[in-house]
């Protein structure tokens, strides 16, 4: 559970943070310098360099600063206040690096921006997008609103986009997903509405976070095309039912949290072939039927929470019996029954079923409430199946079912011009 906390709280991230940076070195916030990859621009006792004209900052950059200063409406902690001037590698905040190579210029550039709990109030402006070679935005923690600009499709060099825990609002900024370079997008505790674009699984991202936000509608079919180790969906009005190919993702998946969502019907079978899974956490939604057999495939599971849904039916031995199930959790369902297994887990308080069904154990369900089961008892294709269990071993090592051909289309329409 500690590593579910992980992803869900308002501190900030360095999950990614500078490690998939290209320049030599960084610098800046007042000179102190951050030595990067056995190399880096490095400074004793944080005191700051001699002045080098070659260092020079070009004045697209100060203008871009200085627009989005203008649009910064408060700052209670005087975190801009050295925002003042044409060397802005001296703003607090901001970290200058040499260009990447084959850059044609002598000056350092604006490499990342980290105002992370500055509870700064404003918003983005359009200006940012002349921060050419900016590596890295993080903004989480402060008082942002409105949504992106469009022209943040022209930083080609950014790879961390983090604005977590601010006041955005609208639908899913599309924006982010024309940035070309782009791991890294967190947008969680935002005010983001409408449904996701199926276009955010088919991105090259390593971690997707938007959950606590207001997105509805269903989980978009491109869920299992994503390369993403880490998905989070938590905390939405998300509908429908999990998609059926959903466990046909990329092997890199780690943790999926779709928690507190309106999520309906059975988990597809296709969820064993999450071959290296170690959290999924489904609580807090109306699945329904029995739970299949192919979960007996997470071998790799260390976290397993389906808790707060209308599961019925034997907990199975498969379930219980997983090698590296650390915490399980099925409280508040319709179980009428587990194995010796799961008595097994129960001891060491690793296994929490409370609320359920389950004769003989304290703290179930009221008879009344067990004998008006959700969906009759039945699983998703009727009684459960008791065959055997094909796990990822039988799956095309690039995803998708052996034999059969597909090919993912994005039908996001070209982008306009910036004025």
């Given at each position: 559970?500690q590593?579910?906390l992980?992803?869900?709280?308002?501190?900030?991230?360095?999950?990614?943070?500078?490690?998939a940076?290209?320049?030599i070195?960084?610098?800046?916030?007042g000179?102190v310098?951050?030595?990067?990859?056995g190399r880096?621009?490095?400074?004793?006792?944080?005191?700051t360099?001699?002045?080098?004209?070659?260092?020079?900052n070009?004045?697209?950059?100060?203008?871009?600063?200085?627009?989005?200063?203008?649009?910064?409406?408060?700052?209670?902690?005087?975190?801009?206040a050295?925002?003042?001037?044409?060397?802005?590698?001296?703003?607090k905040g901001?970290?200058?690096?040499?260009p990447?190579?084959?850059?044609?210029?002598?000056?350092?550039?604006?490499?990342?921006i980290?105002l992370n709990?500055?509870?700064?109030?404003?918003?983005?402006?359009?200006?940012?997008?002349?921060?050419?070679?900016?590596?890295?935005?993080?903004?989480?923690?402060?008082r942002?609103?409105?949504?992106?600009?469009?022209?943040?499709?022209?930083?080609?060099?950014?790879?961390?986009?983090d604005?977590?825990?601010?006041?955005?609002?609208?639908?899913?900024?599309t924006?982010?997903?024309?940035?070309?370079?782009?791991?890294?997008?967190?947008?969680?505790?935002?005010?983001?509405s409408?449904?996701?674009?199926?276009?955010?699984?088919?991105?090259?991202?390593?971690a997707?976070?938007l959950?606590?936000?207001?997105f509805?509608?269903?989980i978009?079919?491109s869920?299992?095309?994503?390369?993403?180790?880490?998905?989070t969906?938590?905390?939405?009005?998300?509908?429908?039912?999990?998609p059926?190919?959903?466990g046909?993702m990329?092997?890199?998946i780690?943790?999926?949290?779709?928690?507190?969502?309106?999520?309906?019907?059975?988990?597809?079978?296709a969820?064993?072939?999450?071959?290296?899974?170690?959290?999924?956490?489904?609580?807090?939604?109306s699945?329904?039927?029995?739970?299949?057999?192919?979960?007996s495939?997470?071998?790799?599971?260390?976290?397993?929470?389906?808790?707060?849904?209308?599961?019925?039916?034997?907990l199975?031995?498969i379930?219980?019996?997983?090698?590296?199930?650390?915490?399980?959790?099925?409280?508040?369902?319709f179980?009428?029954?587990?194995?010796?297994?799961?008595?097994?887990?129960?001891?060491?308080?690793?296994?929490?079923?409370?609320?359920?069904c389950?004769p003989?154990?304290?703290?179930?369900?009221?008879p009344?409430?067990?004998m008006?089961?959700?969906?009759g008892?039945?699983?998703?294709?009727?009684?459960?199946?008791?065959?055997?269990v094909?796990?990822?071993?039988?799956m095309?090592?690039?995803?998708?079912?052996?034999k059969?051909?597909?090919?993912?289309?994005?039908?996001?329409?070209l982008?306009?011009?910036?004025?």
């Amino acid at each position: 559970m500690q590593r579910i906390l992980f992803f869900l709280v308002l501190f900030p991230l360095q999950f990614f943070c500078l490690r998939a940076l290209n320049y030599i070195g960084i610098g800046g916030g007042g000179g102190v310098g951050v030595w990067i990859n056995g190399r880096g621009i490095f400074t004793p006792n944080g005191q700051t360099p001699p002045p080098n004209p070659s260092e020079s900052n070009p004045s697209k950059e100060y203008a871009a600063l200085q627009a989005w200063r203008s649009a910064i409406t408060e700052d209670p902690n005087g975190v801009l206040a050295s925002w003042v001037g044409p060397n802005v590698c001296s703003y607090k905040g901001v970290f200058c690096s040499e260009p990447p190579e084959g850059i044609s210029t002598t000056s350092n550039v604006v490499a990342v921006i980290d105002l992370n709990r500055g509870n700064l109030k404003g918003s983005l402006v359009k200006e940012l997008s002349l921060l050419t070679h900016l590596n890295v935005l993080h903004l989480n923690s402060n008082r942002f609103s409105g949504t992106v600009p469009d022209a943040f499709r022209d930083l080609n060099f950014l790879t961390e986009l983090d604005l977590s825990n601010n006041l955005f609002s609208g639908p899913f900024p599309t924006t982010t997903l024309y940035i070309p370079s782009l791991k890294y997008l967190d947008l969680r505790f935002n005010g983001f509405s409408g449904e996701v674009p199926e276009e955010v699984f088919e991105k090259e991202l390593d971690a997707i976070f938007l959950n606590n936000n207001q997105f509805e509608g269903q989980i978009p079919m491109s869920l299992w095309a994503s390369p993403a180790s880490v998905i989070t969906l938590a905390n939405n009005k998300l509908s429908g039912s999990i998609p059926a190919n959903f466990g046909y993702m990329s092997s890199r998946i780690k943790e999926v949290l779709f928690l507190n969502n309106k999520l309906t019907g059975c988990i597809p079978d296709a969820l064993g072939f999450l071959s290296d899974i170690e959290v999924l956490d489904l609580s807090f939604n109306s699945l329904t039927g029995h739970l299949p057999n192919t979960l007996s495939c997470l071998t790799g599971i260390e976290v397993l929470n389906i808790a707060h849904n209308q599961f019925t039916g034997q907990l199975p031995d498969i379930v219980c019996d997983l090698k590296s199930l650390a915490n399980l959790t099925v409280a508040f369902n319709f179980f009428s029954g587990f194995s010796q297994d799961c008595s097994k887990l129960s001891f060491r308080n690793a296994f929490d079923f409370s609320g359920n069904c389950i004769p003989g154990r304290d703290m179930q369900r009221p008879p009344p409430e067990c004998m008006g089961i959700p969906g009759g008892g039945f699983g998703c294709f009727g009684m459960p199946s008791t065959g055997p269990v094909a796990c990822a071993g039988s799956m095309t090592k690039g995803g998708g079912i052996p034999k059969i051909p597909f090919t993912l289309t994005t039908s996001l329409p070209l982008p306009s011009p910036v004025p």
